[in-house]
């Protein structure tokens, strides 16, 4: 892996080379930044070859990845990324925004973002001769990784909360992976994890903890900047909304926007929004309060996605806004359901982690933030079959009626 440099702690600053360590910086546990040759990928790579690509997936960026090619053609594994970009012209009226993208990550294999990261764990899993992969996840990251690891012949152990959505219970041991419930919160999944790794040898692709997840989530980026911003000619700087509950998502693209402005590829750094529920808002009252210094929470919220009491990867997340202009928006769950039902209307059906990116936008919009001229991008994390309860509650039950034409009458006189 000669495009790799090393490790970078993203809050001491020391420096690492890949075999020195595996997860957290070993002088201060702050999270690594994966460095990169830029100036050798410089050489060897032009934005054409990849804009020529034929490679429809995250892997067409593999000149800017710190893995090889893990191979496993004509998997799920190689159908990761590359995730439609939609333009509503209804949405964007009604918030009287010119340019608004919508970026929906339902269509990746497991439904969610979070395949993004999985698929570079296994590729780097497979590297060091790792034999079984662990994690913790509300769901959606333990989707992914099974998802993957089934794809690719891998073994995975997922630890997530009791109180995760069927669905997404369902979906991890279809994959057929091991999966256990912990009688607890997300952190606690998250902590047992990590010490599964440490007595059984496991690796661990819990986020904010390993470093190459990250760089599977930067390839949202990657895609943003081709499949919008070198198509779109428009005199402001982008801005993108964000889902944050770990923080690794929002860091991820970041650190890809960051690798673009370093390689000369891209040259405005757009606005990044992070956008939490109320009711787990670590890194938004740090960044609200002005301060570095995140605060554990109890969450409480529909939007199981972005549920964490204390953010792994919170600082990365929290310096995604404050390095670019950006900022974080705190929204109600509420407002997350109505978002789904706007996002539904125009044909996109998202979890509440997803919607509530675009319940961002709306409050950004109406609080000033936002102007109508401002180009912006929205992540849309998850498919709303994830979380069939919350969807319903957003758009109510549908009538029932006897089989007559007078029943049906009387519906639609009261629609």
């Known amino acids: 892996m000669n495009k790799v440099i090393g490790y970078k702690c993203s809050r001491c600053g020391e420096e690492y080379n890949l075999d020195e360590v595996t997860y957290l910086c070993p002088a201060d546990k702050g999270v690594l930044d994966i460095v990169l040759d830029f100036d050798g990928i410089a050489q060897a790579t032009r934005p ?28 799920p594994l190689r159908s990761v990324g590359w995730t439609p970009v939609y333009k509503p012209p209804r949405l964007a009226g009604e918030l009287g925004v010119k340019n608004l993208w919508l970026k929906d990550e339902s269509s990746n294999p497991s439904a969610s973002f979070k395949d993004r990261a999985s698929a570079l764990v296994i590729a780097r899993a497979a590297e060091i001769g790792a034999e079984v992969i662990v994690t913790a996840s509300t769901g959606n990251a ?6 993957m690891a089934a794809a690719a012949g ?7 909360p009791r109180t995760a959505p069927q669905a997404k219970i369902a979906q991890l041991l279809v994959y057929g992976s091991q999966v256990i419930l912990v009688d607890g919160s997300y952190n606690d999944a998250v902590a047992l994890a990590v010490e599964a790794s440490d007595a059984f040898g496991w690796y661990c692709r819990n986020t904010g903890y390993n470093p190459f997840t990250a760089e599977g989530k930067k390839t949202a980026a990657l895609e943003i900047w081709e499949q919008v911003l070198q198509t ?9 909304f964000v889902p944050v509950g770990d923080g ?4 991820g693209i970041h650190k890809g926007f960051k690798d673009l402005c370093a390689l000369g590829w891209l040259e405005h750094m757009p606005r990044i929004f992070g956008v939490q529920s109320e009711g787990s808002a670590a890194v938004a009252n740090a960044y609200l309060a002005g301060t570095e210094d995140i605060e554990s929470v109890s969450s409480d919220t529909l939007a199981d996605s972005i549920s964490v009491d204390m953010p792994s990867d919170g600082l990365r997340a929290l310096r995604a806004a404050t390095q670019t202009n950006g900022a974080y928006i705190k929204v109600a769950d509420e407002d997350i359901l109505q978002a789904i039902a706007a996002l539904g209307k ?35 994390t998850g498919s709303g079959l994830k979380d069939i309860k919350a969807a319903m509650q957003a758009v109510g039950e549908a009538p029932v009626i006897k089989p007559s034409l007078e029943a049906l009458r009387e519906v639609i006189r009261n629609e």
């Open 346 to 380: 125009v044909g996109i059906f998202s979890e509440p982690a997803a919607a509530s990116a675009y319940a961002g936008l709306v409050q950004a919009v109406e609080e000033g933030q936002i102007n109508p001229g401002d180009p912006v991008v929205v992540m849309l």
């Open 154 to 160: 891998q073994k995975a152990v997922i630890f997530a």
């Open 48 to 75: 054409s070859d990849l804009q020529s690509s034929n490679d429809y997936s995250m892997w067409r960026y593999l000149p800017l990845l710190p893995v090889d090619d893990p191979g496993h053609h004509g998997t």
């Open 248 to 251: 690794n998502i929002i860091s």
């Open 232 to 240: 779109t000619k428009v005199s402001k700087p982008f801005t993108v």
């Open 142 to 147: 333990g989707a992914a990784l099974a998802g």
